[in-house]
């Protein structure tokens, strides 16, 4: 009896150990939709979990298909340490990232190294509402310092700088473009993050401050247009907001609570 169980228990170690050093990459993209809510998800993912590479798209609809998000695709290279709690992890795109990504830590706490990634405006449709309805145009890039993250419970905690670069951004609510390049800088203190829009130059005139707090954001700034670009951005204003006479000018509040 004792032989039998020491014999199973070797059989399914053995099967344990197969599993986890064969891991398909493909079975990381239900992961990814249940961690984003169901927006995010990998497409063709190939190789395993140890290294492997796939793009990053927006969850798949009716029709099963996933549209990528970004440029390129994703490739990674994951320390087996993981298993005894040590991170190690490197994640590269060419085409997407600035430089490649490095990612130290342990399982509660990262370390992740300096760099940019490439957003395409475009593609930001493919997430849905609202923005499938603005359909933005432009180029996005998000630039961060040093991060540290640590998980506290089931939220993540960050502590660093992020900033996100909006440059000749358009919508096809406006037949002006480019409505204008803006910049939104993030920084991260725990679960909290201090917001401050600012326009960089362009005929939409955005600013604003605020703060993230435990994912809910509060946002308080305004929107209006440059001199003699009043006529050409009227409906899209509208859409953004309730109008305001300050100064003899039109303002529209932009407030998130």
């Keep these: 009896m004792k032989r039998a169980v020491l014999w199973c228990a070797a059989v399914v170690l053995t099967v344990a150990l197969t599993v986890l050093l064969f891991f ?83 399982w509660s706490q990262w370390q992740v190294s300096p760099a940019e990634l490439m957003l395409p405006a ?47 951004m358009g919508s096809r609510m406006s037949p002006l473009k480019p409505l204008g390049s803006y910049q939104l800088a993030m920084d991260w203190q725990g679960q909290q993050a201090k917001l401050n829009l600012s326009t960089l130059r362009g005929a939409l005139l955005l600013s604003g401050s605020g703060t993230l707090d435990r994912g809910r954001m509060q946002f308080s700034g305004q929107a209006s247009a440059a001199n003699g670009y009043e006529e050409s951005l009227g409906n899209l204003l509208n859409l953004l907001g309730q109008r305001r006479m300050v100064g003899g000018k ?7 609570k």
Excluded at 250 to 256: D, G, M, Q, R, S
Aim: aromatic share 6%; net charge neutral; hydrophobic share 45%.
């Design 24 to 106: 398909p990459a493909s079975w990381l993209g239900p992961i990814v939709e249940r961690q984003t809510g169901g927006r995010l998800t990998l497409g063709d993912a190939q190789g395993t979990l140890w290294r492997g590479s796939a793009f990053l798209g927006g969850a798949p609809g009716g029709n099963g298909a996933v549209t990528p998000l970004l440029p390129g695709r994703f490739a990674w290279r994951l320390s087996p340490l993981v298993l005894v709690g040590q991170v190690a992890l490197e994640l590269e795109n060419p085409l997407a990232l600035s430089q490649p990504i490095r990612v130290d830590g342990n």
């Design 122 to 168: 475009e593609r930001l449709a493919g997430l849905g509402a609202p923005l499938n309805t603005l359909a933005p145009s432009g180029v996005m890039r998000l630039s961060w310092t040093a991060l540290e993250l640590v998980r506290q419970e089931n939220m993540v905690a960050v502590n660093g700088r992020t900033v996100l670069t909006m440059s000749d």
């Design 250 to 256: 039109n303002i529209i509040a932009l407030e998130f």
